[in-house]
């Protein structure tokens, strides 16, 4: 079965260090989102691509984070420097905007500690 | 804009029913239900494209009321493994016919035996 895959699992980096999160869509999907989840929060969107193309990233802190996906593949989205109000879950997910239902698949997500 | 859901726990033994709701200030153009495990991402459970809809799987369903802006999911007779975080999120248009998906606060769930 298809899935959204993420790197790494688990990120541990000091402050005001760059970390950086891969993430690949299932193929074919030309959606893709990237979220950060704090802990006993809903997922808060920070960019939404449309094949290489930012459709939104309205919540994304462009001072220190930055996001791309150059071929509409896969992304990466990097942090610099990172905080420690940066810890927190980030979610990769993605769909098939030819889809009306719009599902979105979850990968496992990069769960980021910064100390 | 983000969608308000209610309660904000429930607890429940094996076997009863719950109730989730989800409200919005502004039109809804669709409703997504996930659940999220502890530790997991938030996995797909159903969408309702349009007021009126009612869906369903095994004993869990949700209605939409496009009107009232609101859906709700119905948990019947819950199991062990419907412990987890519910969440809705409504759907917005953007430009160029892109959509965006915005998430409640989310429903925590404890299905005790």
């Known amino acids: 079965e298809a899935e959204v895959a993420q790197s790494p699992r688990y990120k541990i980096t000091e402050k005001s260090q760059a970390v950086a999160f891969w993430c690949d869509p299932i193929?074919?999907?030309?959606?893709l989102y990237w979220y950060r989840q704090i802990l006993g929060q809903g997922p808060e969107l920070l960019v939404q691509?449309?094949?290489?193309?930012?459709?939104?990233d309205s919540q994304l802190p462009k001072d220190r984070f930055s996001a791309e996906r150059l071929k509409g593949v896969d992304s990466t989205l990097k942090i610099q420097p990172a905080e420690l109000g940066d810890s927190a879950m980030y979610l990769c997910?993605?769909?098939?905007?030819?889809?009306?239902?719009?599902?979105?698949?979850f990968g496992q997500g990069t769960r980021l500690t910064v100390v | 804009q983000q969608p308000v859901q209610s309660p904000q726990a429930v607890i429940l033994r094996e076997g009863e029913d719950a109730v989730i709701n989800c409200s919005s200030s502004?039109?809804?153009?669709?409703v997504h239900w996930y659940r999220q495990k502890h530790g997991e991402a938030p996995v797909f459970l159903m969408i309702?494209?349009?007021g009126g809809e009612q869906k369903g799987h095994d004993k869990i369903s949700a209605s939409f009321n496009e009107k009232k802006q609101q859906s709700s999911l119905y948990l019947t007779a819950s199991q062990l493994s419907y412990s987890g975080t519910y969440f809705c999120?409504?759907?917005?248009?953007?430009?160029?016919?892109?959509?965006?998906?915005?998430w409640g606060l989310g429903t925590s769930l404890a299905v005790n035996p």
């Open positions: 691509f449309q094949d290489e193309s930012v459709v939104d």
């Open positions: 997910a993605s769909s098939d905007p030819s889809r009306v239902s719009t599902e979105a698949f």
């Open positions: 193929s074919g999907h030309a959606t």
């Open positions: 502004k039109a809804l153009y669709s």
């Open positions: 999120g409504s759907l917005h248009l953007l430009a160029g016919n892109n959509r965006k998906l915005i």
């Open positions: 309702l494209l349009k």
